[in-house]
């Protein structure tokens, strides 16, 4: 069938008319095309084949709607030719951006050029309306009735997909016609638009090829700093200044942190702000809080959630910067009052900007204050104010945000993030990410436990050290501003200004281990000890286990009949009630044998206590009630039972008969309260205490040496307030020292003043009347104690989040000596057994802590120790080198103001060539799309490495003074190194963007189960009329797909666990379930976000600069 029709099939495209025709028209003078979408890398390819053809024009459309906007006229009114010329060349412009990067299509667009200048080409742009008419002209040089001519009309532009020679998913259909009358006509009309349109000079020409990188190649310098402009963003050129109060330092480092966490905060809803204790976070913090403030407008509602001890730090610098009636403040443990309507406090939508202080308390995510906190940051704003977006922002201050468990970070993300539509760039879903990281942290621990001997310690830190360092720099450090004291020293514009204002950060030194010397027989009491205290018999995990069972603890856990039923979860209340009791005796024997001594009869008193209520045939399990401090304080079991009733509680759910429980229970009772009276016995006869004879020692006759101890205070910190008062009272005793002052939580406000008096260097009234002071970790937070710079941890410190925080009480700004002084005691080990037995006592302790325990790790002596790396002034970490690249661009910002408006303006792909003796033949190449920004060094052997951006600026750093080398003599391999480095970028990005979308539509395990079982509450709803409760279904199971809240999730497989043991009727299912949905509903139910959801399809990712070496 003939036909003049054709749709950009592979034999009879757009391309290949033309091509016919310029190949078998006799006398083809003439090509004129009106188009509204032209590429020149398409006019290469048509070049080729109209090499004969005298005169080509073409006229291109432009979408005039902007023009109109900006120049504020009428659809009918002329528009500037400036302005014509101008719309014109930012598509250009744009066409070159996203052009392919190879050598044949930079040709084509440069012959484009070439051509105009020669005049082979005209090209004008019309002006006064959109031309959706597309139609070429192919003409003899006198076109008339009897000769050739031809023309074609329909969908396609003058552009690769148009003319068919590449692939396209657009269908195109045109028509060709050769009929005189029609050419004729068209042609006439060509004229007309023609004389209409604005021409496209040489002048304009030039101007907009120098926008574009094939103007000329960057030098070294600028491609460098290109690159650190463009990581860095308006933290360089950001000129926030703020009002200091009167008293408070305008310092550079903290003015700096303003700028990089407000802007995070935009970002991102919320951040880290985790510089080091003793920075002044909460003075950055609360300059930020008021920079939003100045922001929002007047109407701003700041929330600030605060460790009781620290309430008075918030307040009083909220005052002081003026922004205290814009906030509320709340303690960590009274959330559930702002849930509840309780206090004064506003509704939660009410608030704008939530500040948590120390909010690593919060990284457990099944802690109903966790759900708290994270209803309160994910809750939408109720009232926008100037700073628009319905999500809150959230600050979350921690000094140790990477000493905590995958798992824990992860949670803490999702105070601010939703779980499954990340603003992190490169991540679109946080649990899929983090998934592999607590995958390989588990594994971690599981083999380290398994490691009796430590012979793999080693090993395991540098697999530790690997895995946070992919957490640092995949996700946290995108969120976190974070300088330790070095950092700040390292930089010459902070360590000028602290030097200027007289700011001195003393150096920390490496702990000093006290080695106190137990003779033989204590030597083997207190490892026997130790291994009784942690060898707890487990059927499963140490069968063979000598130690106590901790069984006062664990009562529920051997309820059995109906009377279990009571307690879904007792297999896991009493494992974490024996781990918390066998951590603390561990505790107790090593700060002090009198502390020790003390919690052993207590242990011993409680469990004869419960065999006791056996005796009676009545055992109470009142989880509400201290039935301990009951039966301490004399009360009979009856008298106890009467007040748990009056409480409220019924009496069968808390007192028991001994048939309720396994006849093991009992037994086991028994057994540690023999082990018990023998370690009581045992400790009783003790009568040394090294630990103290050492310590007093040191007191007298090191520890205040003017050379050490300039100002005469020393800090001396314990966990256990027994100790406290035991150390007290010894020192008093015997040294005749009434200059000490003790602290703990039942004096701390008592003591405030004092302490602030006799310790705080910037405290105006200044007191020695006090020159020890020897605290519990009451103190370890939120006091300054830096008149003293010698801290004394009669404790062992397992953990460095604890330890850096007591040592940040005296390592503050403002400490008034230039060393920092720190002793920590542990006991002697004179043989590999003890150190065995000791080792072992720790990972047994280390299962329980990554379960349960407040502490993310425990640290032994030389985890301890390589804590104190980051003290080395000599150690540079990545924020050191991320805040020299920084300083570069702001020191260009500040002196070359035009060369650095040059250098920002430059166009994507810009790219250059050295020749400097390094790295032959290779490229380094810089891309970036919504997905993930990556770097790429591409060796001559053809391997594309990804690298992360400080390794590529080392490489890529560059004199002012340095010429770009010759562009020629790299195409041979530029163009192809750029290719590899794309290919890797999309097969990454590709891999990343399948999994993510695989995980969305299936959604993560867990979340695909809790959408199941609303889906069958659903279907369980089907025989009732319950249309209110099934729109409330919908909602939450859209919640749920979000990934806003932890605590739904976990309520729903709760509800769920609960009605599979119960198995209730049909009809009492379907009440329960709407109970609870409409409970659930009140809860979490918010509006959504319909911008919600990302495009899942993968962009091309843009060529930001690329550098070839000769």
């Known amino acids: 069938m003939s036909t003049k029709f054709f749709n950009n099939t592979p034999d009879n495209s757009l391309f290949e008319k033309f091509k016919g025709i310029a190949h078998n028209m006799l006398d083809f003078h003439a090509f004129q095309a009106v188009v509204g979408y032209f590429r020149s890398s398409g006019y290469f390819k048509l070049r080729e084949e109209f090499e004969h053809v005298k005169k080509i024009q073409i006229l291109v459309g432009i979408n005039i709607d902007n023009i109109f906007r900006k120049q504020s006229k009428l659809f009918f009114g002329q528009i500037d030719e400036q302005a014509v010329i101008d719309a014109y060349s930012h598509d250009f412009v744009e066409e070159v951006k996203n052009a392919g990067y190879d050598e044949q299509t930079e040709r084509g667009i440069l012959q484009f050029c070439q051509d105009i200048i020669d005049k082979k080409l005209e090209m004008r742009i019309h002006r006064s309306k959109n031309l959706h008419a597309k139609f070429y002209l192919l003409l003899p040089e006198n076109h008339n009735p009897n000769s050739d001519g031809w023309v074609i009309m329909g969908s396609s532009n003058l552009s690769d997909s148009g003319m068919g020679t590449v692939p396209s998913n657009r269908y195109e259909l045109n028509v060709a016609m050769k009929d005189y009358d029609d050419v004729e006509y068209c042609k006439q009309e060509f004229e007309q638009l023609w004389e209409q349109a604005v021409p496209l000079n040489l002048k304009d020409l030039e101007q907009m090829k120098a926008k574009t990188h094939l103007a000329q190649l960057t030098t070294p310098y600028e491609l460098y700093m290109k690159v650190l402009i463009d990581t860095f963003g308006s933290q360089v050129e950001d000129d926030f200044t703020m009002e200091m109060p009167e008293g408070v ?42 920079r939003f403030v100045e922001a929002n407008g007047r109407y701003t509602n700041i929330l600030v959630v605060y460790p009781p001890a620290l309430e008075k730090n918030w307040t009083d610098t909220f005052k002081l910067f003026g922004i205290k009636r814009y906030a509320q403040f709340v303690s960590n443990g009274s959330l559930n009052k702002i849930i509840e309507g309780e206090g004064n406090f506003r509704e939660k939508g009410e608030y704008d900007l939530v500040i948590v202080d120390e909010a690593h308390n919060f990284r457990g995510a099944t802690a109903g204050r966790y759900d708290d906190l994270q209803l309160i940051c994910k809750t939408p704003r109720m009232n926008e104010g100037l700073v628009k977006g319905h999500h809150k922002k959230v600050m979350l201050l921690s000094a140790t945000p990477l000493n905590n468990r995958p798992t824990d970070l992860l949670n803490l993300l999702l105070l601010f993030q939703n779980a499954r539509y990340s603003t992190i760039e490169g991540i679109q879903n946080l649990p899929v ?47 976190t501003v974070r300088r330790t004291r070095n950092n700040i020293k390292n930089v010459p514009a902070y360590k000028k200004d602290l030097d200027d204002q007289h700011i001195v950060f003393p150096d920390i030194l490496p702990p000093n281990e006290l080695m106190y010397e137990l003779n033989g027989g204590l030597n083997d009491l207190f490892y026997s000890t130790m291994a009784i205290l942690t060898d707890t018999p487990h059927p499963e995990d140490n069968p063979t286990g000598k130690g106590l069972h901790y069984a006062r603890y664990r009562a529920v856990e051997f309820l059995q009949g109906e009377a279990r039923k009571k307690y879904p979860t007792a297999l896991h209340i009493s494992t974490m ?26 242990f011993l008193r409680i469990t004869e206590d419960m065999i006791k209520m056996f005796d009676q045939n009545k055992v109470i399990i009142a989880p509400d009630i201290n039935v301990k401090d009951k039966q301490a304080k004399g009360w009979e079991l009856d008298r106890i039972i009467e007040y748990a009733v009056e409480k409220g509680l019924k009496e069968e759910d808390t007192v028991f008969k001994g048939e309720d429980f396994s006849e093991r229970f009992l037994e086991m009772l028994k057994e540690d309260a023999e082990n018990l009276k023998d370690l009581c016995k045992q400790w009783d006869e003790v009568s040394e205490a090294p630990k103290l004879e050492l310590f007093i020692d040191k007191l007298e006759h090191e520890f205040f040496d003017k050379e050490i101890n300039p100002t005469g205070k020393l800090v001396i910190f314990s966990e256990s307030v027994d100790t406290v008062n035991y150390l007290t009272e010894q020192l008093q005793n015997r040294l005749h020292r009434h200059d000490i002052l003790d602290v703990c939580a039942s004096n701390r406000t008592n003591r405030q003043e004092l302490l602030r008096k006799c310790f705080d260097a910037n405290y105006a009234e200044q007191s020695d009347e006090f020159n020890i002071v020897i605290t519990s970790d009451v103190l370890a937070e939120g006091v300054n104690l830096h008149r003293a710079n010698v801290i004394i941890n009669y404790d062992s410190p397992w953990n460095a989040t604890r330890l850096m925080q007591r040592i940040g009480r005296v390592n503050r700004i403002g400490s008034v000596a230039d060393k920092i002084y720190n002793y920590m005691f542990y006991p002697s080990m004179q043989g590999n057994q003890e150190i065995h037995l000791y080792s072992n006592a720790l990972i047994k302790l280390q299962g ?15 985890e301890i120790v390589k804590e104190f790396q980051m003290f080395n002034p000599d150690i540079q970490d990545a924020v050191d080198r991320n805040l ?9 910002y500040r002196t070359h103001r035009k060369l650095y408006n040059h250098i920002k303006a430059l166009p ?30 591409v060796k001559a052997d053809g391997k594309a490495l990804s690298i992360p951006f400080l390794d590529a600026m080392d490489i890529m750093k560059a004199e002012m003074e340095e010429k770009p ?16 480095a794309l290919e890797s970028y999309q097969k990454v990005v590709r891999k990343v963007v399948d999994a993510e979308s695989m995980e969305n539509r299936k959604k993560d395990k867990s979340t695909n189960a809790v959408l199941s079982i609303l889906r069958t509450m659903n279907r369980a709803l089907n025989a009732v009329d319950a249309e209110k409760t099934v729109a409330q279904i919908k909602k939450l199971e859209q919640i749920v797909e979000l990934g806003v809240f932890i605590g739904l999730n976990s309520s729903i497989n709760s509800f769920n666990r609960q009605v599979k043991k119960q198995k209730p009727s049909s009809e009492d299912l379907v009440a329960q379930i709407i109970d609870k949905i409409d409970e659930l509903f009140e809860r979490y ?25 000769i």
Do not use: C
């Not at 310092?251 to 905060?265: E, F, K, P, T």
């Not at 951040?271 to 008021?290: H, P, Q, R």
């Not at 621990?445 to 793999?456: A, C, I, P, S």
């Open 884 to 892: 020299k690249f920084l300083e570069e661009a702001r020191e260009l």
């Open 848 to 862: 329980f802590h990554s379960a349960f325990g407040e502490d993310a790790q425990i640290y032994s002596r030389e």
């Open 908 to 937: 994507m792909k810009s790219r250059t060539v050295r020749e400097i003796g390094k790295h032959p033949h290779s490229t380094i190449v810089y891309l970036s799309s919504p997905q993930k920004v990556e770097y790429y060094w």
């Open 1085 to 1109: 139910n918010i509006p959504l976000d319909t911008d919600e959801e990302r495009n899942e399809e993968i962009l091309e990712p843009q060529i930001v600069v690329s550098e070839s070496f």
């Open 577 to 602: 009630l024996t781990g918390i009791y066998r951590v603390h005796m561990v505790k107790r024997l090593e700060s002090s044998f009198y502390a020790f001594r003390r919690s052993l009869h207590t």
């Open 965 to 980: 080398g010759d562009f020629a003599k790299v195409m041979d391999f530029h163009y192809e190194q750029v290719k590899l």
């Open 433 to 479: 990410t983090f998934s592999l990281w607590i995958e390989e942290y588990d594994k971690l621990m599981r083999e380290r436990k398994l490691d009796k001997h430590n012979e793999r310690n080693a090993e395991f830190a540098k697999r530790t050290d690997d895995l946070y360092e992919k957490i640092r720099t995949q996700v946290i450090d995108k969120v």
């Open 249 to 290: 330092k305008d310092i550079r480092y903290q003015h700096d942190a303003v700028i990089q966490g407000y802007q995070m905060l935009m970002q991102h809803n919320g951040f880290f702000l985790a510089d080091v204790v003793g920075l002044g976070k909460t003075i950055v913090a609360t300059m930020i809080a008021k």
